[in-house]
């Protein structure tokens, strides 16, 4: 797979709380110079991004419910609601992890159903955080997501105590079909990493290493 073609499945990204516009700037140039699929932003900065990216190829992407998913469900979808109105048209939102660890899939089921409805033409990447979950679990968040119409289950939010890994993006893909979408993300730094998620399932990757990976 040459750089061009990895691009399309890489989500450009900056989450971290410091980022300022003119990093968003920035990373924006870079998706639309490489042709990444997204730029994928916090909910304070999608409106910059949807401006940046305005006209191009490369979706404006914001997280929702980020990074710890223990809002209340109200929340997460009011949040979502208001990334749309400001340009987003995908979200990535994180699970309720406690919910799903007291074994409350229905909880969690509702949760992901509430911020889908908010999506409304958006697409729904739901961020189930791996490293949190047992193998068990990990299948059960994904069949939740699959019931409740999300697009994508996405591993990680990169701001655990780990972030993707082969293994699970294949059970995942395993889980959900061949369908839905399944996004590597955390931890993903050069060619190797993003084409073994690759050969595992992945049909995204979510990586702040874009251009290391693409031009490796």
Known sequence: MDGKQLAKYIDHTILKPDATAAQVKKLCDEAKQYGFASVCVNPSRIALAATELAGTDVTPCCVVGFPLGAIP??????????????????I??????????????????ADIEAVKAACGSAKLKVIIETCLLTDDEKVKACLAAKRANADFVKTSTGFSKAGAVASD???????????MGVKASGGIHNRAEAEAMIAAGASRIGASSGIAIVTE
């Open 73 to 90: 469900s109200e929340s997460k979808a009011a949040e979502a609601a208001v990334a749309v109105k400001n340009g987003a048209r995908e």
């Open 92 to 109: 990535d939102m994180v699970i309720d992890i406690g919910r799903a660890k007291d074994g409350d899939w229905d909880y969690v089921q």
């Open 169 to 179: 993006v294949k059970l995942m893909r395993e889980t959900v079909g061949p369908d």
